[in-house]
T-cell receptor, first 115, second 116 residues
C-alpha cells in the first residue's frame, strides 16, 4: 500500500526565508504525488502535483517540489516565505490504479511564518 | 458560486443522536468523497461515489451511511453518535475515475461535528 511520511509536524521560518517541507513516500509502483494546503477553517486546495512528467513541479503561490526517486522524496520548497503562507500543508499519494481517485494523506505540517 | 458546499458548517449534538451532513458540487464532476479529519488534522477517506455508485468504502462503522441521490449530491448520515465521531468532515469531488488519477480533489469548507 502506498503511504507518505511528513517529517516535522511544525515548521517555523522567518518572513523572506526559504521554506522547506519534507515528504517521503512509500510505493511499490511509480506514484502520483501531491501537495495540498489548508488555510484556517477552510478545505484543502491543490498546490501542485507530480504525475511522472517533469520531476521538478511548479505550483501556485511560488511553491515547487522535486520528485527524487533515489531518495523517495517529494519535498516542497519556496524561496521566500510570505506571511500569507502560514497554513497546514499535506503531502498525498495516489497509485496509478485507474478506477478511483483515492488519495492517502500524510499527517500534515503546520507552517508558521515569523515576522 | 461555491464549487463544493456543505451544510451545516457546525453541528453540536448529544451522544446517541442521529445527524446528517449534506454536500453539493456544481463542478459537473462524476465522483464525490467524504473525508474525516480528526483533532490532530489527520485526513482519512471514508467513502467515494461515482455517478451515484459506491466505489470506495473504507473501514467505517455501519452507523455511517452515505447516500448519493444524484452525481451532484452526496450526503452523510450518522446514527447513534459517539464521542469519537467528533471531527471535521470534508466533502470533495473530482473528475475521475476512468480519466486517470488526476489527484485534484476539490474540497468543501468542512462540517465541524462536536458530540457531547
Amino acid at each position: 500500500a502506498q503511504s507518505v511520511t511528513q517529517l516535522g509536524s511544525h515548521v517555523s521560518v522567518s518572513e523572506g526565508a526559504l521554506v522547506l517541507l519534507r515528504c517521503n513516500y512509500s510505493s511499490s509502483v511509480p506514484p502520483y504525488l501531491f501537495w495540498y494546503v489548508q488555510y484556517p477553517n477552510q478545505g484543502l486546495q491543490l498546490l501542485l502535483k507530480y504525475t511522472s512528467a517533469a520531476t521538478l513541479v511548479k505550483g501556485i503561490n511560488g511553491f515547487e517540489a522535486e520528485f527524487k526517486k533515489s531518495e523517495t522524496s517529494f519535498h516542497l520548497t519556496k524561496p521566500s516565505a510570505h506571511m500569507s503562507d502560514a497554513a497546514e500543508y499535506f503531502c498525498a499519494v495516489s497509485g496509478p490504479n485507474f478506477g478511483n481517485e483515492k488519495l492517502t494523506f500524510g499527517t500534515g505540517t503546520r507552517l508558521t511564518i515569523i515576522p | 458560486d461555491t464549487a463544493v458546499s456543505q451544510t451545516p458548517k457546525y453541528l453540536v449534538t448529544q451522544m446517541g443522536n442521529d445527524k446528517s451532513i449534506k454536500c453539493e458540487q456544481n463542478l459537473g464532476h462524476d465522483t464525490m468523497y467524504w473525508y474525516k479529519q480528526d483533532s490532530k488534522k489527520f485526513l482519512k477517506i471514508m467513502f467515494s461515489y461515482n455517478n451515484k455508485e459506491l466505489i470506495i468504502n473504507e473501514t467505517v462503522p455501519n452507523r455511517f451511511s452515505p447516500k448519493s441521490p444524484d452525481k451532484a449530491h452526496l450526503n452523510l448520515h450518522i446514527n447513534s453518535l459517539e464521542l469519537g465521531d467528533s471531527a471535521v468532515y470534508f466533502c470533495a469531488s473530482s473528475q475521475g475515475p476512468g480519466q486517470g488519477p488526476t489527484g485534484e480533489l476539490f474540497f468543501g469548507e468542512g462540517s465541524r461535528l462536536t458530540v457531547l
